[in-house]
């Protein structure tokens, strides 16, 4: 550092003193030629005063006469001095100093005796007389040089002097310019003070500078670096100890975060070891695929992209929507340096996208790409809203909305489909071996589609939602069309198990196709297709430190350390300071809060839930003033009928019930209808002590394991459709009919009721499954089943040839 502070001021003073020599070198020029100028301009003026009289002195011819008249003319010592030259240029008269006069450059008289006109020139003489050897200015303002060791500036004007239009001779006027060198001698002087006083002051400033603004921030930022290196330090303190280096700050807290997380999944790893358990995550996850891809490549494709530029007033933000799918996908898609493919919905998508429309994500650390698909409005309304959410979404939810399917929707959805292929395929062309995880109804045809211009690609699709009965599916006309479809994948996933009986079920009566039960696949036309459940879950925070709930686990957290043991208090009283702003902040301080987490959907059972709460005042009215309810509903496909109504219906019984309870100062249902952000869901996660999800149908149901894995606090109640793909693992949960009113509402009591032993021990029950079965396993099991169905579709062909 020492070495680095001389350098800095070496450099500081050598630019200070070149650019400082510069700006003098340039002054003194100024200043010269502005000097140099004036001195022209009088000498000029005085010249136009004294030619006539000198030549009409000249006219009277009397050469004797010119000596006295010169002397009359020059009256002050310091004026100019004089001289007359005839056209031979031989010196007729002077006055003033000789010395000058007789020292004329050879060719200063030619222009005014020759050509007529004024010439002049800057000389320098030297003092001591000595012969002149010629050299001297050209006639055009040039210096002449002139020997001896104290030269000195002469201005020299020479005019021509006339008589009628012949021209006579010349006038010859010689002023001292000697003051003009000194005055830039004096100002080199001065600036030569300047620079050094200046060189003096920037050393200073710039050692204290060093000092103050470079060495203490990266002897702190050091000091972090080495605490956090010993595990002594959180991330989040590097950026204030670096002081204004942010830049730097970000980097190396970056590397920070990286270099931590990969610590924390290595000891998480090491304790999954000695613990003989099995938890994924995201870490464990890229490394688990990368060895099972190989030299293969990874391309996800679904309707919802990962990343979406939207403009947000004047500026445009890259928005992250919320999906478990981002969380579980991308750890792959960066371990390959894969491509996810989705339609660029967003109104500022086409903005950022290459030739190829394509990006590089994540913005803030790309890995992998994106590939966008533009849709135009006739595509996105009858391939999107109409028949993959006005057809699909009710055909395979039981929540006895009627689906509709026009053959307008299905042109739509085949070309949409076709669309998608053709980018994929695209996008495959120069990688062997290719992978595709396709998700959801959206793209139903698309694994037949990438198959037949593919063989050798391996495809998964997971379908998202339930899959209905064979009579239930019936109801779709295109229904052999679908399967068709679907059975180009050589995986097909679904939630649970009765979804993947009933799609044997719908092939089998649909289809000529060969239905295998015992190893759960389909062979048509020569292909297998495997049918698998794959339970879909959440992420789990690797880092978080659940809360102690015995006094073994209370002594065991003793043996943690330091960092370990701080963080958990700090996660305790994050939750309890959330749980008392959030109470604050709605006015319900003092009361119950209960929350529920849904789009605006009709098979979500908000209208059911809003009807159980309302029970439970009337049956119960001591919990009245005690008890608030908070629904987040997310506005969701507001452009199909069927929604629109939904959200008057949610709204109206919403109004009711407050208008029949509501009370100064509390008000029994907060509807809130927006997108939230994953932190402000949180938020009602941790502060809400009963979640409820009474889904009249769903696949799994998120919400539920959101939940449970936002209460790090190991307390809460969780209410639970036994309509939801959820509530086969989560048994712990009160599973409810949501259409049975009283029993919900009988649920709701008994969740606000319960003692906290029994909360504590059914919901640690259950975040130990969510925690085991997180959204990186899911992943893992798809994935891994996918890359190994080759092995598979062989075993199974040789064993239906033998």
């Known amino acids: 550092m020492h070495f680095f502070r001389i350098r800095l001021v070496a450099a500081l003073l050598v630019g200070i003193t070149l650019i400082s020599v510069g700006s003098t070198y340039f002054d003194v020029l100024a200043h010269k030629h502005t000097m140099r100028s004036d001195l022209a301009r009088r000498m000029q003026w005085l010249g136009a005063g004294l030619q006539p009289q000198v030549e009409q002195q000249m006219a009277l011819n009397r050469p004797e006469e010119l000596p006295q008249f010169l002397a009359r003319l020059r009256q002050y010592p310091d004026q100019p001095g004089l001289a007359v030259y005839d056209t031979d240029g031989k010196m007729l008269a002077e006055t003033g100093n000789a010395l000058p006069l007789r020292s004329l450059p050879a060719n200063l008289l030619k222009r005014p005796i020759i050509d007529g006109k004024e010439a002049t020139a800057f000389v320098k ?337 997971f379908w998202h939602i339930p899959w209905p009965n064979a009579e239930a599916f019936g109801i779709c006309p295109w229904q052999a069309e679908l399967l068709d479809g679907l059975l180009g994948a050589d995986v097909i996933g679904f939630h649970i198990q009765s979804h993947c009986n009933n799609f044997l079920e719908t092939v089998d009566r649909v289809l000529e196709a060969r239905t295998d039960r015992e190893h759960f696949s389909i062979r048509r036309n020569g292909h297998v297709s495997l049918v698998r459940p794959f339970p879909i879950s959440v992420a789990w925070d690797e880092h978080a430190i659940d809360i102690p709930n015995t006094a073994e686990e209370r002594f065991d957290t003793r043996l943690r350390p330091p960092l370990e043991r701080e963080r958990g208090r700090e996660q305790s009283e994050d939750i309890e300071s959330t749980h008392s702003e959030l109470h604050k902040e709605l006015g319900i301080e003092g009361q119950h809060l209960i929350v529920g987490v849904d789009r605006m959907d009709y098979t979500k059972g908000i209208v059911e839930r809003l009807l159980a709460f309302e029970h439970l005042l009337e049956e119960h009215p001591w919990y009245l003033e005690k008890v608030v309810f908070a629904q987040i509903a997310a506005p969701s496909r507001t452009r199909i009928p069927s929604y629109a109504a939904l959200r008057v219906q949610v709204q109206e019984t919403a109004e009711r019930i407050n208008r029949r309870f509501e009370k100064s100062g509390w008000k029994p249902v907060i509807l809130i209808e927006r997108q939230c952000s994953h932190e402000e869901v949180a938020r009602y996660y941790r502060a809400a002590g009963i979640c409820l999800v009474t889904s009249l149908h769903d696949g799994m149901n998120l919400v539920a394991k959101e939940y449970l894995a936002a209460r790090k606090d190991g307390d809460g109640v969780l209410i639970l459709s036994r309509f939801t793909g959820a509530a086969q693992e989560l048994r712990d949960a009160l599973l409810v009919n949501p259409y049975d009113i009283q029993q919900v509402a009988e649920a709701i009591r008994t969740g606000l009721e319960m003692s906290p032993g029994e909360r504590r021990l059914r919901i640690e029950r259950m975040r130990l499954q969510v925690k085991e079965h997180n959204v990186y396993r899911w992943a893992s099991n798809v994935l891994t089943d996918l890359c190994a169905v080759r092995i598979e579709n062989e075993v199974l062909a040789h064993g239906s040839r033998t």
């Not at 002594?232 to 303190?237: F, P, Q, S, Y």
Request: charged share 25%; aromatic share 8%.
């Open 125 to 461: 003489v030297a003092d001591i007389q000595s012969q002149v050897n010629g050299n001297g200015a050209d006639g055009n303002g040039g210096v002449l040089a002139q020997p001896g060791a104290n030269a000195r500036l002469w201005y020299e004007d020479a005019i021509p002097l006339h008589n009628g239009q012949r021209t006579v001779g010349a006038m010859v006027m010689v002023a001292d310019a000697e003051y003009i060198r000194k005055e830039g001698a004096d100002i080199w002087r001065r600036s030569f003070l300047n620079i050094a006083a200046l060189v003096i002051l920037v050393a200073v400033v710039t050692l204290l500078m060093v000092r103050w603004f470079l060495l203490q921030p990266v002897t702190r930022a050091t000091d972090w670096l080495r605490r956090l290196r010993q595990g002594k330090a959180e991330v989040g303190e590097g950026a204030k100890e670096f002081g204004y280096l942010m830049p730097l700050a970000n980097e190396v807290t970056s590397l920070a975060e990286h270099l931590t997380r990969a610590r924390a999944a290595a000891a998480t790893e090491a304790q999954l070891r000695d613990a003989a358990e099995h938890v994924w995550t995201a870490h464990r996850l890229a490394v688990h695929i990368r060895e099972r891809l190989g030299s293969g490549k990874l391309f996800a494709v679904s309707n919802r992209e990962p990343y979406i530029h939207v403009r947000q007033g004047s500026g445009v933000e890259c928005v992250v929507p919320p999906s478990g799918l981002v969380t579980a996908l991308e750890p792959v898609l960066q371990a390959c340096d894969g491509t996810w493919i989705a339609h660029g919905s967003g109104n500022e998508d086409a903005a950022f996208v290459d030739s190829d429309d394509r990006l590089r994500v994540p913005p803030d650390d790309p890995r992998y790409t994106l590939r966008r698909v533009w849709l135009s409005p006739e595509e996105e309304s009858g391939y999107y809203e109409g028949f993959s959410n006005e057809g699909l979404w009710p055909l395979c939810h039981i929540a006895h909305t009627r689906p509709i399917f026009r053959p307008n929707d299905w042109d739509c959805y085949q070309r949409v489909n076709a669309k998608f292929a053709e980018v994929l395929i695209e996008e495959m062309r120069d990688t062997e071996h290719p992978v595709v995880f396709i998700q959801d109804y959206h793209f139903a045809l698309l694994p037949k589609m990438v198959k037949m211009a593919r063989p050798d690609a391996r495809v998964a699709i």
